[in-house]
């Protein structure tokens, strides 16, 4: 199994609403990643868990919360966000690499989030 | 500059025509990642790369580590490879906590019937 699905496929929300955006996978991969992605522009790392901690936080706001409540799920926690916050939402998972070799990440669908 | 450059940074082809998109760094990369993007979101990996050539199917990318260059090709092509295709790197740093990738601004592609 070499998927990694993400839920909901789309979100309309409110900018008072509280939401969720959920991703798993199966696949053993110690390393999960959120990615924000615009209109015609390449995906911007927001957070990576390893082994189920935090490791890396590219200066999210805090009305993006990560959650990785075990090694083959992680969630997105969203609250008061902003119409600019509207963008594709996309999960990725990789094996975790030492310093050596890099390995594939495999992408979910991708959560289509419009803020209103 | 950005460290990761694409080029074209559109495309447009008839069906069955040959294809290069190319990609350079300015910097030191462990690896180098050829993905797609259909319309409606899902990326998918074609290739990762730290030295020499791949194959899969109609697709082929090669990779120069002394000119930090990497190609992407596409024989007899069709209009289902009508995508946009992105580039990135994984550059060589210290931190071990997953695998951050450097992506180039990507490359939308137009196979016409």
């Known amino acids: 199994d070499t998927e990694v699905t993400q839920t909901p496929k789309h979100l309309v929300m409110g900018m008072t609403n509280k939401k969720s955006l959920k991703c798993e996978q199966h696949m053993g991969h110690r390393a999960m990643y959120w990615y924000k992605q615009k209109a015609k522009k390449p995906p911007e790392l927001m957070f990576v868990?390893?082994?189920?901690?935090?490791?890396i936080n590219e200066s999210v706001p805090s009305r993006f919360s990560p959650e990785c409540p075990n090694s083959s799920l992680l969630n997105l926690h969203l609250h008061a966000l902003q119409p600019e916050d509207s963008a594709l939402y996309l999960c990725?998972?990789?094996?975790?690499?030492?310093?050596?070799?890099?390995?594939?990440?495999?992408f979910g669908p991708g959560t289509r989030l419009t803020v209103t | 500059k950005n460290e990761v450059e694409q080029s074209p940074q559109n495309l447009t082809a008839q069906e069955g025509e040959f294809i290069t998109i190319n990609c350079s760094y300015s910097v030191g990369i462990s690896a180098l990642h050829w993905l797609q993007q259909h319309p409606g979101g899902g990326i998918v990996s074609l290739f990762m790369?730290?030295?020499g050539k791949k194959k899969h199917g109609r697709l082929i990318a090669t990779i120069n580590i002394q000119e930090k260059h990497s190609s992407l090709h596409i024989t007899a092509s069709h209009p289902r490879d009508s995508a946009v295709y992105i580039c990135a790197v994984r550059l060589v740093r210290r931190e071990t906590s997953g695998s951050r990738l450097t992506f180039g601004e990507g490359t939308q592609l137009t196979v016409n019937p």
């Open positions: 868990y390893s082994y189920e901690k935090l490791s």
């Open positions: 790369l730290s030295s």
């Open positions: 990725a998972s990789s094996e975790l690499p030492s310093r050596g070799p890099a390995y594939e990440q495999y």
